[in-house]
């Protein structure tokens, strides 16, 4: 077949990127063509993303795919969950949107458990209890819009005046009905809501429309289609999973942790709810059981307040070797969503559980890294319970997966082989969505085939229990 090319955009909590990928049939070869940071904006005591700077660099994007000469198949956007834009009814952004991050949500669920008890809403949505959860983030405050749209939709309805609520990125908000598949009606009456503010509701894979004249001008290049992948950049990794049967799960490692499984249907159950698990969407109705662990944040902001930390990111997981530390963290502790000081708040939860207090970089390292390792076992322990299924290997994904420390110390912790890689399996997901979307890939099991064509992987055997 003759090659086509297809840009993935993918954007996360810190830096985005634009991948463009050629597909021969059999395999998808990828570049990437430009990456961006897009740090959090403090402004008037709020945190906020700059809305007009992600779309700014998303233009950028197409205007060097333009200046190549290059003929676009087609566009997919992932992003993070959560967070929302508001429109007003000229589809102009009604303001900057809140990151997930800004401390507004603190307690917010508590309150809308005293409108809507915390067992019924698990009982709808099946979606783990978070401080930014889209539904307590509008509880705490209303848009005043016509429109709202989570980001990648919103990005979306930017470039091609079309706007939808796609399944996967919307099921992250806490409104979706586990077992409808749609926005919640009583939810949204309890937020006082009416469904006509959000897009049409449309699985992964649907066409969302094209490239305005403005845009394509603009960016030299054609109207090209842009496809409804899965939204949420998680359920694009998932999709890029490089596995081969069932009695696995996946991790998804970077910024954040999330560890779980694919289900054929959502685990509602009391233990799933006393465990904080969360059911997202995926793809062909599958549903993501999974939970959220803060990942590599806890590195990322401590590396930033330690003045000997080497700026290249293989020396400073390399530190891990020179530190004796065993004080264990739980990544979870409130204290760690969004601290002042990422280091003080780790030596403050070591002090006051009677733990040797981290002193040198190592130690801080080595802190991390054994402590997100141990949280790994314990979830994947909960898993196994809950979804009552044999779990043999972990797959890791993302980011995190190059980093052979944590990779070795998580195949010890476990017990279990570690298949680590692809790095970039966002991007990868979200190219393959296209490709289904443009009827170039026919279903499920092909789309594995083609990803496993596409990426290397590196497994780490168990060699000692290390934690």
Known sequence: MTPTRHLAIDLGATSGRAILATFDGERVESEEIRRFSHPMLPLNDHIYWNLPGLYHEILEALRTVGRRGISLDSIGIDSWGCDVVAFRADGLPAGLPHCYRDARTEGAPERFFERMAAKELYSRTGIQVMDFNTVFQLSCSQPDAELILWIPDALAYMLTGKAVTEYTVASTSGMVNAATGELDDEILRVLGLGREKFGPLVQPGTLIGCL??????????????????????????????????????????????????????????????????????????????????CGLWLLEQSRGELHDAPTDIAALTALYEHSDCDSIINPDDPCFAHPASMTAAIRDYCRRTSQAEPETTADYVRVIFRSLARRYREVLDMLRRLGEKEINRLHVIGGGSRNSHLMQLTADTLGIPVIAGPAESTALGNVLMQLRGCRLIKDRAEMRRIGRNSVTTKTYTPTEQAV
């Open 212 to 293: 305005t004249p403005q845009v394509a001008k603009y960016c030299g290049i054609g109207e090209v289609p842009l496809y409804a992948v899965a939204g949420h950049d998680t359920a694009s990794a998932v999709i890029a999973v490089p596995a081969e049967g069932t009695d696995h799960a996946y991790l998804s490692c970077g910024t954040w942790s999330l560890l779980g499984v694919e289900s054929e249907s959502p685990v509602l159950t009391e233990e799933a709810r006393a465990l904080n698990f969360t059911n997202e969407g995926g793809i062909d109705g599958s549903i993501r059981l999974l939970k959220n662990i």
